[in-house]
């Protein structure tokens, strides 16, 4: 005889339904919905109950990405352990993959979204990250800034002798990324030589000296991260400067002194 009603067991996609009365199972699977559903059906009719079918129904989902797992810039240190995790939705499962750029040196990207590494090299590295399944990409590729950061390191250890009144240039030097700026600050007592200044942008030390001495005083270079900071002398040697303009007349026969300065 006709089915008169139709059972069903187990978990349905959200946004299905299952008309008991005719066995039609239908409507629209909701977003995030992507997935395995197991269940099972029993029809009944005047005579009784059929043993459950069980069924399996695939529902698959196109890759959303989470944009608030995907910073539009990042930054680690050099040398560090780094990790992070960028989540998509769909099914079957989504893969990562680098659409464009490079990575950073010792940083690698796991197709479940996992970026993790020691960065290697200090610098700045520009690359695009997707996520796509067998039924397709996301809509777009997202664009990362990722900067690896190395601590400020002073490289300069001495500074080359100037003299007074000629023109004079050194060029401080340091490691670090973002490229650091440059301060200085003078020792007890002592001062930059008159006449050399510190660029704060480059770090050249450059000017003409006007007077001779010994110059004790610090550099401190900066990135806004980290710093460094070093002692350093200037010596600028001066060519001796005759003061004495005239002479007392000397006498024939007589004993003669007179001592220049």
Partial sequence: SAITSWTLDGQLPQGLSFDSATGLLSGTPAAGSGGTYDFQVAATNATGTSNPVGFTLDVYEYPQIDPLTVPQTMS???GSMYRHVFKATGYPNPTWTVASGTLPDGLSLSSDGVLSGQPAKAGTYVFAIQADNAYGFFQRSYQITFTVLEPVSITTTALSDATAG????????AAGNPAPTWTWRAAAGSTLPPGIELDAGSGSLAGVPAAGGSYAFT???????????????????????????????????????????
């Fill in 76 to 78: 680690a240190a050099l």
């Fill in 219 to 261: 550099v401190t270079a900066d990135n806004g991260t980290t710093s460094d900071s070093k002692d350093l002398i200037l010596t600028v040697n001066q060519a001796p400067a005759i003061t004495t303009s005239s002479l007392a007349g000397a006498l024939v026969g007589e004993n003669y002194s007179a001592e220049l300065a």
């Fill in 166 to 173: 000629a023109a004079y240039n050194a060029q401080l030097t």
